[in-house]
């Protein structure tokens, strides 16, 4: 197990510069997740952690020792890949054993470290199996337990749940943390859904566009989101944005609707800026914003409501069951509200 | 994909009996005599007397007295055994050398992403597209600086010259369908550039390998130009050329002993290819399905 630092990196192709000098430090036994929409550079910084990838400028250490010039199988990294990249032609068993072999490890000691990994994972009864007669959580299973075997420093994950369906998906991001929590390894996880990183991580890295926005635990950034990407990316449903004006005590939105300036917030007068409400801030009752319901989806547990705020999109989530019809006008009030600055994005309260 | 059950359904028109006949028994009937019947015809004409084979009566698509002689003049009066034997140590000889060859550089040209890889991979796919009938003269004039004018090595060291380009090619195309990350995982796992290639890209092409070594073994052997021109005494000559040069005495064909040198001469590779068909197949589609 080891600490993962990262100072400073920068990776360009050709004269294309996809990330833009990145520093992260991910303690000792830390499970990191790197969140962004595709595109963000995230893959292309966990295969530079690898090694798969060189690094055009900047640092990468892995337990203290800088690794820029060392090949990926002398980082002591172990890396889980989004189709799994099995060899298809060996069994599971050779699967999990081959780096093994490769080390020129003796075969008894081969022998038991797949047996003790397939044990963990509940694949002892597939180890003659080749990876085609497995389904897809199989599979993943089995890509994991190729990177136990070696009990690397670091696991490295490449998106390896977006492959499965819903259910599987929820239930291997369930089997990932649990074997975390038993191994303790540090470990750096790319995903693209904000919902595997908030569940699973200790440590999320918010990326966008080749640069880091927030790095922080996951309530850190549902509850203090830095600007207004983390804010509209780390949540479901995302969080509404309403441009408005300030305008004394209040905001406003248009249609002469105001909205109160969050409690504590020095902002001029006159000022754009954007109103920032989560879905699940919202409540209905019998006085508030005036909204007109569009759809309203229940899902059993709570009930999604889409409607229209000042001509803008929102979607407010309640517990409490309504009988909303479509066209239905209702009143909306937000608890809690956030102010981002409409041109850069930046938190203002 | 669409669903198996669709699948059927849009089929389905081909499943009564008679419209089967029409669609699928017919068109297939023909192609099968077209293809088989020079193999019918050099058969009977093996096995024909001259008497049977010059005569303009009687069936000619039938042999009423079968007989042996064509091949005992074939195989104890002419040096066939050596022809065959020759061509068998040329064939296999070239194939296995062009074989290493193209494995080395198509895993080059695909995977090791060295500058100038894509225009050589077109380099060599041009060298493919060079006539022999060109080529011959030239590599004539080196065979025999070299001293090989007239050995076997003659036609083991120029048949590369055409194998290696088009196994190359196919081998590229094959390559190229295994995942990046079978190889980026084998490289965190501790495996070296050699232990990749022997170890995961080789297993997984061997249908790629076998449709590439078929094809150039039956390139070689039945190839004719440079074995006419490098090779003139009988000891060294391969079966095409030495059943044209020694069965035609001026204008006699001894039309019964070619018939039968063919035939003989066709059956190794048939044999192979049947052995093969299945691999040969997908090594020409390609994908590797994990």
Request: aromatic share 10%; charged share 15%; hydrophobic share 45%.
């Amino acid at each position: 197990m080891a600490a993962v630092t990262l100072s400073q990196v920068r990776k360009a192709f050709g004269s294309t510069e996809v990330v833009h000098g990145v520093d992260i430090s991910i303690d000792d036994s830390e499970f990191c997740v790197l969140v962004g929409p595709s595109g963000c550079g995230k893959s292309t910084l966990l295969r530079m952690i690898a090694g798969l990838e060189e690094i055009s400028s900047g640092r990468i250490e892995i337990g203290g020792r800088v690794v820029n010039d060392v090949a990926p199988k002398e980082r002591d990294i172990a890396m889980v890949f989004q189709n799994y990249a099995l060899y298809p032609h060996m069994t599971v068993s050779d699967n999990m054993g081959f780096s093994l072999k490769l080390a020129g490890r003796p075969l008894q000691e081969i022998r038991s470290r797949v047996d003790e990994a397939a044990q963990i994972l509940g694949l002892r009864e597939y180890l003659e199996r080749y990876p085609r007669q497995l389904s897809g959580g199989q599979r993943q299973r089995v890509a994991m337990g190729r990177a136990i075997v070696r009990k690397p420093q670091v696991f490295l994950f490449d998106e390896p749940l977006s492959n499965l369906d819903a259910k599987l998906r929820v239930q291997m991001r369930t089997e990932i943390k649990e074997l975390h929590q038993r191994l303790r390894t540090t470990s750096v996880y790319v995903t693209h859904d904000q919902i595997e990183a908030m569940t699973m991580a200790d440590k999320i890295v918010v990326m966008n566009m080749g640069k880091v926005e927030q790095i922080g635990s996951p309530l850190e950034l549902y509850d203090n989101p830095a600007n207004q990407f983390v804010a509209g990316f780390i949540g479901s449903p995302a969080m509404n944005f309403l441009p408005g004006r300030i305008n004394g005590a209040g905001i406003d939105i248009g249609e002469g609707i105001r909205v109160p300036v969050p409690a504590g917030a020095t902002v001029a007068a006159g000022r754009e800026v954007v109103v920032g409400v989560r879905p699940e801030h919202l409540a209905v009752g019998a006085d508030g914003l005036p909204a007109t319901v569009v759809v309203v989806e229940p899902t059993g547990a709570d009930t999604q409501i889409f409607c229209k705020l000042a001509g803008t999109d929102i979607t407010a989530v309640v517990r409490e069951r309504h009988e909303f019809h479509p066209g239905v006008p209702i009143r909306l009030t937000a608890q809690l509200t956030y102010l981002f600055d409409p041109a850069s994005g930046a938190r203002l309260a | 994909m669409s669903a198996p059950g669709s699948d059927s359904q849009g089929m389905h028109y081909l499943e009564s009996l008679p419209r089967r006949a029409v669609t699928v028994y017919l068109p297939l009937a023909v192609f099968v005599c077209v293809l088989l019947f020079p193999f019918y015809w050099m058969t009977i004409t093996t096995f024909k007397p001259n008497a049977e084979l010059l005569s303009r009566e009687g069936n000619p698509f039938w042999v009423l007295q079968p007989t042996l002689a064509h091949i005992e003049k074939l195989l104890f009066q002419t040096s066939y055994p050596q022809w065959m034997w020759n061509t068998v140590v040329v064939s296999v000889v070239s194939t296995c050398a062009s074989l290493a060859a193209a494995v080395l550089a198509a895993y080059a040209i695909e995977r090791l992403r060295f500058r100038g890889a894509k225009p050589t991979g077109l380099a060599i796919f041009l060298a493919y597209l060079v006539p022999p009938s060109i080529l011959f003269i030239p590599l004539a004039a080196i065979v025999f600086r070299l001293g090989l004018f007239d050995t076997r090595w003659a036609l083991i060291l120029t048949y590369p010259t055409f194998l290696i380009p088009f196994c190359t090619w196919l081998l590229m195309g094959y390559f190229r369908s295994i995942p990046y990350e079978l190889e980026e995982c084998a490289l965190i796992d501790g495996a070296s550039r050699w232990q990749i290639l022997v170890k995961i890209i080789l297993p997984l092409s061997v249908p790629g390998l076998i449709s590439a070594g078929i094809f150039a073994f039956t390139l070689s052997w039945n190839e004719f130009i440079y074995a006419l021109t490098f090779v003139s005494s009988s000891e060294t000559k391969t079966v095409p050329v030495g059943v044209v040069t020694e069965l035609v005495e001026g204008d006699v064909y001894h039309w019964g002993s070619l018939m039968a040198g063919a035939l003989l001469g066709s059956l190794p590779v048939a044999v192979l290819y049947s052995f093969f068909v299945e691999h040969y197949v997908s090594g020409m589609t390609g994908a590797v399905k994990e």
